[in-house]
């Protein structure tokens, strides 16, 4: 028996649905079905879906990796697909997960903005970058929650909603109006 590493990317063939109806159904029903096929053949790994592409990583005995890989790439949810890592592994890197969906979207931007990448689009990744991609998907500690990429530039751009330059100002005002409330307090 031995362990393998496998990595891929693809375009998904289903159209994307608008961000603000939430997770893309699609994706969420492959998670289903992923998690409960990959637990039973003791496969881990992560998944990975914006901007219309996967990137997947599995980790298992190798003829459990080669079924469930040939299983993926007769799915007609997605097209193009691309092997981007296939090796043997000596000790399995992911603990307790059958399939983690990483939902640090502001990681991934932040992946794609360090490689001035404009759009994920993982069959271009050169080795250096798909390590990267798999360490993201391996470090999220919520890899049960179901974020994609969009929404969390949505609720990026909620938060960016009070830019620093406004958050200064109202730390200035809330100083002053201290100030004022202690001065109008000693005059009393
Ligand atoms: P079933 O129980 O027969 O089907 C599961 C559900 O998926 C059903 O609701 C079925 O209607 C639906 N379904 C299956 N195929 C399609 C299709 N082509 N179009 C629309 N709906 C469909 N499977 C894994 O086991 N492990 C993985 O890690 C994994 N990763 C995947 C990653 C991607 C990007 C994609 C697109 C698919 C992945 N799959 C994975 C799913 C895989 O391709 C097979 O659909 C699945 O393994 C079939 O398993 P099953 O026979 O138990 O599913």
Redesign the pocket.
Same mark, same amino acid.
């Given at each position: 028996m031995s362990l393998m590493r496998l990595a891929y990317a &693809?375009e998904a063939t289903f159209e994307a649905k608008p961000v603000e109806q939430g997770v893309e159904p699609h994706v969420a *029903?492959?998670l289903m079905? &992923?998690r409960r #096929? #990959?637990g039973k053949s003791d496969l881990v790994g992560g @998944?990975y879906y914006g901007d219309n592409h996967?990137f997947?990583y @599995?980790e298992g005995e190798e003829e459990d990796v080669r079924k469930?890989y040939a *299983?993926?790439q007769g799915? &007609? *949810?997605?097209r193009n697909i691309t092997t981007l890592i296939e090796e043997p592994l000596e000790n399995r890197t992911f603990s307790n997960w059958s399939?983690k969906y990483v939902p640090l979207s502001s990681d991934v931007r932040r992946f794609l903005e360090r490689h001035g990448l404009e759009r994920f689009d993982p069959a271009s990744f050169t080795s250096r970058q798909c390590e990267e991609m798999i360490e993201l998907v391996r470090n999220s500690s919520q890899g049960d929650k179901l974020v994609n990429y969009d929404s969390a530039a949505m609720s990026g751009a909620k938060v960016q909603a009070f830019s620093p330059g406004l958050r200064a100002g109202l730390l200035v005002a809330a100083a002053c109006l201290m100030g004022a409330l202690f001065y109008a307090g000693s005059l009393l």
């Open positions: &693809s *029903r492959i079905t &992923s #096929n #990959n @998944l996967f997947q @599995l469930t *299983r993926i799915d &007609s *949810r997605h399939m």
